[in-house]
């Protein structure tokens, strides 16, 4: 039996526990050139129906460390252009024997409606505003290394939190692990909604990373935005950029992290982004070993695995 990676909402504590520690434990054997579990025979199909640089690379790399043979997708150049509907398009690679699927698209949710629609695991690779779980799962890995543990730290997730997959699936990966989250932006770009998540809200960032011990910054995602939202960039770079002084407030050996891609000068200047307390380039190499963990994970292959 497979199962689905469509977010960290519905995960326990226990698996997401396994599925750091099966990541970790990835991690290990790939840097000492020990060998990996193979899933050779399995080939996934990469559905990104929107751009992506590091998620995509990084779900290829991780499915060739296992083995794995990738079918690549694009919406352009497939028949979605000719009018084919998503759950026609998730049979034909169904019916072409496909194994499993991993999935990015604009619109929440469908993920779940192409798990539906095929008989193998899905992977979501980041759906619209809901959720990107690998993403949050990296994000924690990369935590975890610094700090030790997720119990107790507190974690300031600031900037465009309304548009953010990355910061609903972090909110709801670091609050079940322990850790306290904030949200921290401006009104317009805080969920209305966000006293449904497992986040605090501040409006000022002085207040919101005060004693934080991760900051994680978020882009402005311009191409989800509508008018009136954001006064001017400018604007917002001056009262939430996160840099040498605005660091200040928070604790000292804070972390600084950012999903990508950066808007360097906007959210982030390049001392935070570049400096000692920056995490950034670990989130982009332990995204290889949490997305091995992952295709792993989903394709039910025991915990325990076996060292072959
Ligand atoms: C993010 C995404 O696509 O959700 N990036 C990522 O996958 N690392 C964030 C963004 O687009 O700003």
């Given at each position: ?18 599925l750091?520690?099966?990541s ?110 690998t993403?949050?799962l990296g994000?924690?890995l ?144 332990n995204g290889v070993f949490v997305r091995m963990a992952s ?14």
């Open positions: 039996m497979s199962r689905n990676l469509l977010g960290i909402r519905t995960l326990d504590k226990k698996q997401i526990e396994d750091l520690s099966l970790a434990d990835f991690k290990l054997r790939v840097i000492e050139g020990k060998p990996v579990p193979r899933l050779d025979k399995l080939v996934v199909g990469m559905l990104f129906f929107e751009n992506s640089t590091r998620t995509r690379v990084s779900f290829e790399q991780a499915a060739h460390y296992l083995g794995m043979k990738t079918a690549n997708f694009s919406a352009s150049s497939s028949s979605m252009s000719k009018g084919e509907t998503l759950k026609d398009t998730i049979l034909t690679l169904r019916y072409e024997r496909l194994n499993g699927l991993v999935m990015r698209h604009k619109m929440s949710g469908t993920p779940t409606l192409a798990a539906r629609h095929f008989g193998g695991p899905v992977i979501n690779a980041g759906d619209g505003q809901h959720e990107h779980p993403q949050a994000d924690a990369t935590i975890i290394e610094r700090k030790g543990d997720l119990e107790g730290l507190v974690v300031a997730i600031v900037g465009d939190v309304e548009h953010s997959r990355v910061a609903r699936s972090n909110a709801w990966l670091l609050s079940k692990m322990g850790a306290e989250v904030r949200f921290v932006g401006p009104r317009t770009l805080i969920p209305p909604y966000s006293a449904m998540l497992p986040a605090s809200v501040y409006y000022d960032l002085a207040t919101g990373i005060a004693g934080a011990d991760v900051i994680i910054t978020l882009r402005l995602q311009k191409e989800r935005m509508h008018e009136g939202m954001l006064s001017s960039i400018g604007e917002y770079a001056a009262m939430y950029q996160v840099n040498r002084d605005t660091l200040r407030y928070a604790s000292p050996d804070c972390l600084v992290m950012h999903p990508g891609p950066l808007n360097r000068g906007v959210e982030v200047d390049d001392m935070a982004a570049d400096g000692e307390q920056s995490a950034i380039t670990s989130q982009i190499e295709l792993y994970w989903a394709f039910s292959q025991k915990l325990e695995n076996e060292s072959n």
